[in-house]
């Protein structure tokens, strides 16, 4: 059990408020340099739906369990007295004052800083009656060296290093200042042998705790020689410490400054950076109060530039009269570089495990095959210039983009019986999500739906290619016993075109520069209809030896060309086309509210029987 003026020792664990990686990085990091299990035991993120926060010990990884309220967490981690709160202003004060109320807490770090002064009273008073110890608000904390450190506190670990915070020393230091707690850890540690212990109370006006408390710990601390004090213009603080003096309550040797002297230089009254740097009359400017304290007894040097002369002798002092033994440096471990940090330093490579050549969204705003996000919108970029830009890697010309466009209002729904569009409607009125009654309607396109305009590109190219006559074509394809992907039509035949498809051919034969494999086709086509007259060039079709036309008037190669139709990309077309019209089938069943469908008996044909033994 620890005893009643220690706050922090190798044992203490804390919750922490807030998901802040970094601080909560910093704070494990220090445990691993002074050998000491990860002090943080638990996280609070109310708004957080993540179970557990992975981040760094040494060069292990562990998990810290996330929950959603202080009440939650202290009730599974009783193991932890400390909460360490980097609560928002507006929040802190009742997340603090709902840690106080919790048994096993007994300190709270308050981070922020603008907490309004009544709440900051609120803190302060609430904890003294519970026995308990608020430190903050406006405060980085503190370090128990070698112990436990409060988030930033101390800064980097080099600088912790440097200041020999990650090893008690014999000095009790306490602060006002955040910044300033970094820099006198620093002095003491070139003019001593460092900190026992060190706490910045904050900046406002109504601290948790203030000097003296933290004072009268140090006092009853066996380890801590000597005070330091670094007090400030504005408040009264300070000579609540001057009375402990005068009373003896304080006996061991204290050095003792206080900030601000300079505002006696300034015509009208001067705020400096804290909320309570600030001298309303003459007891709380600086020099008065420097004054007071040497006079109750405290080692107050002449001006700032004088503490480290006056550390450096009262340890001297003490250490000749063998009261401060020679302190032993433990042997440091090396933090291992964060890989990013690494990297940005140029001391690490390793590969990739993905390469991306269409887009890149590092920089102040994304690129689409290089071309600024700011460019496509204001530079006229259509829809079918994007899909260009990510599947093709080059802006096709209008003629073609515009192609692209057709074909996407062309596939864009085919009405609620295809196997795509059923699907999404009965899984949308299942109580479906509409990405996943989506995924369902997409999950059916395949070489029986849709899938086909894959096939028609490919053996209608290859039979091209092959210097196969039409009707041979077809011959050939009969006696591998395959159907011609593309050929063929439930309703549409020679009599009853299907319109999408004399549009496709229409725009084609104006636009295109060649349509040599549509004409291929069409002469494949005559063949078909002269067996049976609805064996036409269907939608699929169509798309599939268009496309090939494109790519070959862009320049593409045979080989390029079959690279596109393996990889699936013209069937991508049908996919995104048809989603269009997937969507607004779910949304249609979504607004007629329609109940769970299920399909009627009498279109069923049951052909059970029982089997023969």
């Not at 601080?23 to 035991?41: A, C, E, F, H």
């Not at 601390?221 to 009373?247: C, N, Q, S, W």
């Not at 909320?275 to 003459?282: N, T, V, Y």
């Not at 830009?389 to 692209?404: G, N």
Request: proline share 5%; net charge neutral; with cysteine.
């Amino acid at each position: 059990m620890k005893p009643d003026y220690t706050l922090f020792d190798r044992d203490t664990v804390a919750i922490f408020w807030g998901l802040h990686a970094a601080p909560i990085q910093r704070m494990l990091d220090y445990d691993y340099i002074v050998g000491r299990k990860p002090s943080i035991s638990a996280i609070v993120a109310p708004t957080r739906s993540q179970r557990f926060h992975k981040c760094f010990y040494g060069t292990d990884e562990v998990l810290i369990p996330v929950y959603r309220s202080v009440e939650a967490a202290a009730a599974a981690h009783p193991e932890a007295d400390v909460m360490v709160n980097f609560a928002s202003f507006r929040t802190a004060y009742g997340e603090t004052m709902a840690a106080l109320e919790e048994e096993t807490i007994r300190t709270v770090a308050v981070i922020a800083e603008g907490i309004p002064e009544r709440l900051a009273r609120g803190m302060r008073d609430r904890a003294r009656e519970l026995g308990k110890v608020v430190i903050g608000p406006a405060t980085v904390g503190g370090i128990a060296a070698g112990a436990f450190r409060i988030g930033n506190s101390g800064g980097t670990i080099e600088a912790i290093v440097a200041a020999k915070l990650h090893r008690p020393g014999s000095v009790g230091l306490v602060t006002r200042s955040g910044g300033l707690f970094n820099e006198l850890a620093s002095v003491i540690a070139r003019n001593a042998d460092g900190v026992v212990e060190g706490i910045a109370i904050g900046g406002d006006r109504f601290p948790g705790s203030d000097f003296l408390d933290h004072l009268r710990r140090y006092e009853k601390d066996p380890r801590v020689k000597f005070h330091v004090m670094l007090g400030e213009i504005g408040g009264t603080l300070e000579y609540r410490v001057m009375e402990a003096l005068e009373k003896r309550e304080i006996r061991k040797p204290l050095i003792a400054w206080c900030i601000g002297t300079c505002a006696g230089l300034f015509p009208g009254e001067v705020q400096f950076g804290h909320a309570g740097a600030r001298a309303g009359r003459e007891r709380e400017t600086a020099v008065a109060k420097n004054r007071a304290l040497k006079e109750a007894g405290a080692l107050v040097p002449d001006s700032f530039d004088g503490l480290p002369e006056l550390i450096r002798a009262t340890y001297e002092e003490l250490k000749e009269k063998g009261e401060i033994e020679e302190t032993v440096e433990p042997e440091v471990p090396e933090l291992p570089l964060d890989f990013a940090v690494a990297l940005k330093q140029g001391k690490v490579r390793r590969p990739r495990n993905f390469i991306c050549t269409i887009s890149d969204d590092r920089g102040e705003e994304p690129t689409y095959c290089g071309v600024p996000m700011s460019e496509v919108i204001e530079g006229g970029y259509s829809l079918g210039d994007v899909i260009s830009l990510l599947w093709f890697k080059r802006r096709f010309p209008k003629w073609a983009s515009e192609f692209i466009e057709m074909v996407l209002k062309v596939v864009a729904d085919h009405g609620p019986a295809v196997s795509g569009a059923h699907n999404a409607r009965v899984a949308a009125r299942a109580g479906k999500d509409l990405v996943s009654a989506l995924a369902s309607g997409i999950l059916t396109v395949g070489p029986r739906f849709g899938g086909a305009i894959d096939g028609a590109a490919h053996w209608f190219k290859w039979a091209k290619e092959q210097g196969l006559a039409p009707d041979e074509f077809v011959e050939r394809m009969k006696q591998e016993g395959k159907l011609i992907p593309g050929i063929g039509h439930r309703i549409k035949s020679v009599r009853n075109p299907d319109k999408r498809v004399e549009l496709l051919k229409a725009y084609a034969g104006e636009k295109f520069p060649k349509t040599e494999l549509l004409d291929y086709a069409l002469e494949v086509e005559r063949v078909t209809t002269a067996k049976r007259e609805n064996l036409i060039l269907n939608v699929d079709g169509t798309i599939g030896v268009l496309f090939v036309d494109l790519l070959a008037s862009l320049g593409y190669s045979s080989r390029e060309i079959d690279e596109v139709i393996e990889a699936g990309a013209l069937n991508g077309l049908f996919v995104l086309g048809r989603s269009i019209g997937f969507i607004g089938h779910i949304l249609d069943e979504k607004r007629l509210g329609m109940p769970l469908y299920r399909h009627p008996w009498d279109d069923i044909l049951y052909a059970v029987e029982r089997p023969s033994n």
